[in-house]
T-cell receptor, first 109, second 113 residues
Framework: GQQLNQSPQSMFIQEGEDVSMNCTSS?????WLWYKQDPGEGPVLLIA?????ELTSNGRLTAQFGITRKDSFLNISASIPSDVGIYFC?????????FGQGTTLQVKP | KAGVTQTPRYLIKTRGQQVTLSCSPI?????VSWYQQTPGQGLQFLFE???????NKGNFPGRFSGRQFSNSRSEMNVSTLELGDSALYLC????????????FGPGTRLTVL
């Protein structure tokens, strides 16, 4: 079946540093989504990408839909303590949303 | 608008029992999807309902079932619970189309003893 490989699995960074994570797949997706999940809560949508090559920003977050439609990355600039959480990529194809395994981000003040 | 609500938030059951979880989508949203989240398998799609009909289904055994009511509220049922069914069950709603953005609820934490 379709799978997404998300990396890195976890990151421990200093406040103020930039962060980059990505997702790759052997399958083509029509939509890429990036979510953040805090402990005990459901995932919250950060950025949605609908076209190959699309680059979208949401505050300090920037994400891109890969040209091959098989990958996407998320960058967080100037990290702050509240960026802590688990970040998930998700690709949509044939009406189904497939999630990556998540990147756990910890930020040291 | 109120967000997606799920009840109960926490549930403890024993093996062999059955459980029913409830999800109320955002007002006006007609599609509800269910996901199982575990540390080992991550987020996995269970099924999607739209206008009271199952529109998509993931690769889960028949013990997992769901339904949607005319007011778009949805329930999922797991029968003959197994230890491996312990997970966070998440519900997400969208307005209508399969390309619409999904908004997640806080989840129901199910523990099977």
């Amino acid at each position: 079946g379709q799978q997404l490989n998300q990396s890195p699995q976890s990151m421990f960074i200093q406040e103020g540093e930039d962060v980059s994570m990505n997702c790759t797949s052997s399958s083509i997706f029509n939509t890429w989504l990036w979510y953040k999940q805090d402990p005990g809560e459901g995932p919250v949508l950060l950025i949605a990408l609908y076209k190959a090559g699309e680059l979208t920003s949401n505050g300090r977050l920037t994400a891109q839909f890969g040209i091959t439609r098989k990958d996407s990355f998320l960058n967080i600039s100037a990290s702050i303590p509240s960026d802590v959480g688990i970040y998930f990529c998700a690709g949509r194809a044939a009406g189904k949303l497939i999630f990556g395994q998540g990147t756990t981000l910890q930020v040291k003040p | 608008k109120a967000g997606v609500t799920q009840t109960p938030r926490y549930l403890i059951k024993t093996r062999g029992q059955q459980v029913t979880l409830s999800c109320s989508p955002i007002s006006g949203h007609r599609s509800v999807s269910w996901y199982q989240q575990t540390p080992g398998q991550g987020l996995q799609f269970l099924f999607e309902y739209f206008s009271e009909t199952q529109r998509n289904k993931g690769n889960f055994p028949g013990r997992f079932s769901g339904r949607q009511f005319s007011n778009s509220r949805s329930e999922m049922n797991v029968s003959t619970l197994e230890l491996g069914d312990s997970a966070l069950y998440l519900c997400a709603s969208t307005e209508a189309g399969s390309t619409d953005t999904q908004y997640f609820g806080p989840g129901t934490r199910l523990t099977v003893l």
